[in-house]
Every structure is written in structure tokens, then in C-alpha cells.
């Protein structure tokens, strides 16, 4: 059987409406993209000052031999700030997980159900109180200090609370509470 160029031709003109059709009778659906870890420049710039203050930390929690390493009065503060949150960091994690205290938009620590605390023996309210107390006077006393090196983190202290805030919660473990910006405790 031969097929000559007539039929040949119509055999592909019919293939090619087929193949337009089908290609044209398709829908794409553009999946929903969501842009997650991005972090903005001034929590880049936070996040820098705040690495600075722990490396200081680190190098003075290091220092051996004669004392060398010589510190201002006020980056000594910051320093043992940095070392108290690192002292901190895992009761702090236990309180968050126990649903004590959870992240503020203003980058402190807060208690989430007084009434539950309240639950709880007189020594464990106590040590609740103080090492919340202590945990945010550092918090305090680090932002106080990002803000005072830099100009531009003085016309804007809010954005670097925020700042500290997004990097405090990505700090938090997984179920941990935070609250959102209508002031309700999520978890994270």
C-alpha cells in the first residue's frame, strides 16, 4: 500500500488539529508560592549586631592568660547579657514548651495564662518570675545596645523590637506560643 503525498499531507494536517486542540483545551494551574525564611535588611542588620555582642561574648568567655582582652563598661553589660541568655536558653525553652511563656512582638517574654502559673507551688512561681525577669532584662539591655550603634536603629527602636522578635521565635522550638500581631497566643 502506498500513501501518496496528498494523503500523506491530510494524515498530518488532522494530527496537527488533534495535537493543537489537545494542547489548547489544557488549563495550568499556578500553584500558590509562598516565600518563607526571608528575612528583611534591617533583621539582617539586627541579626549582625546582635552575632557581634556574642562573638565579644565568646571571646571574653574564652580569654586565658594574663587578661589581655579589654572591654568598655557598657559592652561588658551587653557581654554578660549575652552569656545569661545563653545560661538561660534551655530553662527558657522548657518554659515556652511547658506553655508558661511565650514571644512578644516587642522581642520580651511573657507569661501566657497568669492564672496557670498561679496553679503551680510557690517555688516554681518564683523561679518562673526570676528567670523571666532575668531573661528580659537582657533582651533589654542587647536591643538597648543595637540600637545605640547605629543611627538609623535610633529613628527606628520598634523595627529593631520587631527585629529581635523574628529572630527570638526562630529561635523557639516547634510548638512554642508567640503572639500575633492582633495580640492573640498562637503557636508556632
Request: hydrophobic share 40%; glycine share 4%.
Amino acid at each position: 500500500m502506498k500513501i501518496d503525498y496528498m494523503e500523506w499531507t491530510t494524515y498530518f494536517k488532522i494530527l496537527l488539529l488533534v495535537l493543537i486542540v489537545s494542547i489548547t483545551s489544557c488549563t495550568v494551574k499556578i500553584p500558590d508560592i509562598k516565600i518563607t525564611g526571608e528575612k528583611t535588611a534591617l533583621e539582617n542588620q539586627v541579626l549582625g549586631e546582635y552575632s557581634k555582642i556574642k562573638e565579644d561574648a565568646w571571646m571574653v568567655a574564652s580569654e586565658r592568660g594574663d587578661g589581655q582582652i579589654k572591654i568598655t563598661a557598657d559592652r561588658k553589660e551587653v557581654v554578660e547579657a549575652v552569656r545569661d541568655r545563653e545560661f538561660l536558653k534551655d530553662d527558657m525553652n522548657e518554659l515556652k514548651l511547658k506553655g508558661y511563656l511565650g514571644e512578644i512582638v516587642s522581642g520580651l517574654l511573657e507569661v501566657i495564662d497568669p492564672e496557670k502559673i498561679l496553679k503551680l507551688d510557690k517555688k516554681e512561681q518564683n523561679r518562673i518570675e526570676l528567670l523571666l525577669k532575668k531573661e528580659n532584662n537582657a533582651r533589654i539591655l542587647i536591643m538597648k545596645r543595637i540600637i545605640e550603634t547605629d543611627t538609623k536603629f535610633k529613628s527606628s527602636p520598634k523595627e529593631v523590637y520587631q527585629a529581635f522578635f523574628v529572630m527570638n521565635l526562630e529561635d523557639s522550638p516547634e510548638k512554642t506560643f508567640y503572639q500575633n500581631k492582633k495580640g492573640k497566643w498562637v503557636k508556632k
